[in-house]
Nanobody, 122 residues
Framework: QVQLVESGGGLVQAGGSLRLSCAASGRTFSSYRMGWFRQAPGKKREIVAHISRGGGSTYYADSVKGRFTISRDNAKNTVYLQMNSLNPEDTAVYYC???????????????WGQGTQVTVSS
């Protein structure tokens, strides 16, 4: 079993940056693909980015390409999401998830963190 805890959210002005972290418990972190999702009020949870077990392969939603970077440090059992050039449309609760298979859909993720709020003011 994997427990995930996100941190790093907050309030930032448009154009600013934030770095989210997701710390995992357990010794099997490196066996999971990791993803960042977000959910705005009244909307479905959507993929932001995901990363392979070793970190060599990444995927980004079109809406964040060129602005966000996902990375992981398996020695620290942590996955990161660097978010630059933030805009109000990025406002949402951000969740990290762990999956055994490649997927952009939340239903395929086995474990979730509690989420961290990101609010971007205009």
């Amino acid at each position: 079993q994997v427990q995930l805890v996100e941190s790093g959210g907050g309030l930032v002005q448009a154009g600013g940056s934030l770095r989210l972290s997701c710390a995992a418990s357990g010794r099997t972190f490196s066996s999971y693909r990791m993803g960042w999702f977000r959910q705005a009020p009244g909307k479905k949870r959507e993929i932001v980015a995901h990363i392979s077990r070793g970190g060599g392969s990444t995927y980004y939603a079109d809406s964040v390409k060129g602005r966000f970077t996902i990375s992981r440090d398996n020695a620290k059992n942590t996955v990161y999401l660097q978010m630059n050039s933030l805009n109000p449309e990025d406002t949402a609760v951000y969740y990290c998830g762990a999956a055994t298979a490649v997927s952009t859909t939340p239903e395929q993720y086995d474990y979730w963190g509690q989420g961290t709020q990101v609010t971007v003011s205009s």
